[in-house]
């Protein structure tokens, strides 16, 4: 398997502008998660999904920010419309499901330069 | 509220040294502990694991302790190599969250040959 796979690795958008970040995760796993890197807040999570249902989005900034997993091979955050302060890496991962099994595997993330 | 905090933004030590990082964390629900290694413009790798039930796991040069009345976690890396030269992440997860994990702010260690 590949790995996790993300698109695009960079990202410059104007601040207005609608982004659309995309994740491919690995087949079989079972959860799929967004977290986004900052020097201030290091990693923090965004949202994740259970076999494709949204189960907690407490960590989506605001409503701009909106994730969707139509199937079990494909993923999207969007914002919109982005903002200077959403710049930051944002990486997506996925884990199997499992006693025991809490590794997470990310993906290499696409840095979001929004000016 | 930081649930896992890594407290040392930083740290340097010498190649064929111990490098030592530290991580405490607030939530007892949490049962399983992981550590991620992570390079300039690549994405975290899982580096090793403890689970709630030990209080030490050796993997090569690599051990993780923990120590649950503290609610403490180290790394140690011995001997470093300028190779482990990284940001480190400490997470954890409890099973009543699903695979979440909850990230520390992550230390850069810097191994100087």
């Known amino acids: 398997d590949a790995g996790v796979i993300q698109s695009p690795r960079h990202e410059v958008t104007e601040m207005g502008q609608e982004v659309t970040l995309r994740c491919k995760p690995i087949?079989?796993?079972?959860?799929l998660f967004w977290y986004r890197q900052t020097m201030m807040r290091g990693l923090e999570l965004l949202i994740y999904f259970n076999n494709n249902v949204p189960i907690d989005d407490s960590g989506m900034p605001e409503d701009r920010f909106s994730a969707k997993m139509p199937n079990a091979s494909f993923s999207t955050l969007k914002i919109q419309p982005s903002e200077p302060r959403d710049s930051a890496v944002y990486f997506c991962?996925?884990?199997?499901w499992g006693v025991g099994k809490a590794e997470a595997f990310f993906g290499q993330g696409t840095r979001l330069t929004v000016v | 509220d930081q649930q896992v905090k890594q407290n040392s933004p930083s740290l340097s030590v010498q190649e064929g040294r111990i490098s030592i990082l530290n991580c405490d964390y607030t939530n007892s629900m949490f049962d399983y502990f992981l550590w991620y290694k992570k390079y300039p413009a690549e994405g975290p790798t899982f580096l090793i694991s403890i689970s709630s039930i030990k209080d030490k796991n050796e993997d090569g040069r690599f051990t993780v302790f923990l120590n649950k009345s503290a609610k403490h976690l180290s790394l140690h890396i011995v001997p470093s190599q300028p190779g482990d030269s990284a940001v480190y992440f400490c997470a954890a997860k409890s099973d009543n969250a699903g695979n979440m994990l909850t990230f520390g702010g992550g230390t850069r260690l810097m191994v100087k040959p």
């Open positions: 087949s079989g796993h079972d959860y």
């Open positions: 991962a996925s884990s199997p």
